[in-house]
Structure formats: structure tokens, C-alpha cells
Nanobody, 117 residues
Framework: DVQLVESGGGLVQPGGSLRLSCAASGFTFRSSFMGWVRQAPGKEVEWVSWISSLGGSTAYANSVKGRFTISRDNARNTLYLQLTNLKTEDTAMYYC???????????RGQGTQVTVS
């Protein structure tokens, strides 16, 4: 079974930084696109970013472009999201996805909470 376990969230002041991690198991990580999505209270799920299987290609939502960086370590089966220059509107539960995250069918983990205040 696909297992995705996010960590690294927390409370941070505006302008601060966090690094989220996602430990993956149960599938061939190095062969899979991976992504991040987020959901703020009362709002729909928002796609954030994806990375190709070998990390050579990435994409970002306009709302985070230039502030967030997605990366992966295929030797450790781990996905990362570096968040910088955080804004209050970045407050949300962040989920990693197997696949780009652009489909609602992409498996996701339980999430890690990021609060910017």
C-alpha cells in the first residue's frame, strides 16, 4: 500500500521559513512524479507544486512561485518542500501526493499543519 507521512510543519511568523518532508513507502518512489497540495480552513484543495521522477522538472502554483522549492532524495524515498518568505495566506494543511497532485485521485498523506501568524 502507498504510505506517505508528512512532517515539518509548525507555527512561524510572516517572513519565516519551514522545510516540509514526506517519507514515502509502498511503491517505487524513484519512478513516480510527486507533488504537494494544501488546504486552508473552509477552502478547496489547492495544488502547490510537482516534481518529476528524477527531479529534473518542477512546477509551481503562481501563489508560491519564487518562495517555495520542491526537491526529492530518491535514495531516501523522501520528498521535500522548502517554504520561505511565508505569508499568512500560506496557512494550511500541507499534503504530499503520489503523482503531480493535479488530480484529486492522487494518493496523499495525512498532512502537516503550517500556520503563519
Amino acid at each position: 500500500d502507498v504510505q506517505l507521512v508528512e512532517s515539518g510543519g509548525g507555527l512561524v511568523q510572516p517572513g519565516g521559513s519551514l522545510r516540509l518532508s514526506c517519507a514515502a513507502s509502498g511503491f517505487t518512489f524513484r519512478s513516480s512524479f510527486m507533488g504537494w497540495v494544501r488546504q486552508a480552513p473552509g477552502k478547496e484543495v489547492e495544488w502547490v507544486s510537482w516534481i518529476s521522477s528524477l527531479g529534473g522538472s518542477t512546477a509551481y502554483a503562481n501563489s508560491v512561485k519564487g518562495r517555495f522549492t520542491i526537491s526529492r532524495d530518491n535514495a531516501r524515498n523522501t520528498l521535500y518542500l522548502q517554504l520561505t518568505n511565508l505569508k499568512t495566506e500560506d496557512t494550511a494543511m500541507y499534503y504530499c501526493t503520489k503523482g503531480s497532485g493535479l488530480s484529486s485521485q492522487d494518493p496523499r498523506g495525512q498532512g502537516t499543519q503550517v500556520t503563519v501568524s
